[in-house]
T-cell receptor
């Protein structure tokens, strides 16, 4: 069994300040973890993924995330927010249960960026 | 390389009708999965197809069904529509069905049931 919890439903930051979006997970297997972003009326786009290689993962648009097994966390960060970062972000855990891929999506975090 | 294409993008139906949504995956991708997105329930997995076989199914009633064709294109069908079926239906494709593989999403089909 697996689950994912995004700890904040809404996060508001000022342009140019750091972004932190929090994600905790649980999994019976060695999971793969992903962050996706969804802009209004669009599909989801991959930001980055962890698949048991380096624990610090760099993604597109300056985002990165650190896999911390001891804390079962995979928080998403960016040093300096841009207006175009305003969107909804989803943390996803992927494992193989009963031999089949099993994806579990977090409930999403809506990021607002104030000018 | 063309992305995942979903048609139609928007549609309005009335209760009791049925609807068919189409998804064309990225060329070469053999796995297609479907998701329902609503403000209240978030993103929920419907089903996944790989090489024309349903590999996994979410917790939805039998009114929701799907299929995949030999060219990997997929359709999903919802029969006897209910108001609660109003949602954004997202399709995603990937090369295979491995747990580490990235999903590529279409822009979705927004269904409104009146």
């Amino acid at each position: 069994a697996q689950s994912v919890t995004q700890l904040d439903s809404h996060v508001s930051v000022s342009e140019g300040t750091p972004v932190l979006l929090r994600c905790n997970y649980s999994s019976s297997y060695s999971p793969s973890l992903f962050w996706y972003v969804q802009h209004p009326n669009k599909g989801l786009q991959l930001l980055l993924k962890y698949t048991s290689a380096a624990t610090l993962v760099k993604g597109i648009n300056g985002f990165e995330a650190e896999f911390k097994k001891s804390e079962t966390s995979f928080h998403l960060t960016k040093p300096s927010a841009h207006m175009s970062d305003a969107a909804e972000y989803f943390c996803v855990v992927s494992g193989r249960g009963t031999g089949r891929r099993a994806l579990t999506f977090g409930s999403g975090t809506r990021l607002q960026v104030q000018p | 390389k063309a992305g995942v294409t979903q048609t139609p993008r928007y549609l309005i139906k009335t209760r009791g009708q049925q609807v068919t949504l189409s998804c064309s995956p990225i060329s070469g991708h053999r796995s297609v999965s479907w998701y329902q997105q609503t403000p209240g329930q978030g993103l929920q997995f419907l089903f996944e197809y790989f090489s024309e076989t349903q590999r996994n199914k979410g917790n939805f009633p039998g009114r929701f069904s799907g299929r995949q064709f030999s060219n990997s294109r997929s359709e999903m069908n919802v029969s006897t529509l209910e108001l609660g079926d109003s949602a954004l239906y997202l399709c995603a494709s990937s090369l295979g069905a491995g747990a580490k593989e990235e999903l590529f999403f279409g822009e979705g089909s927004r269904l409104t049931v009146l």
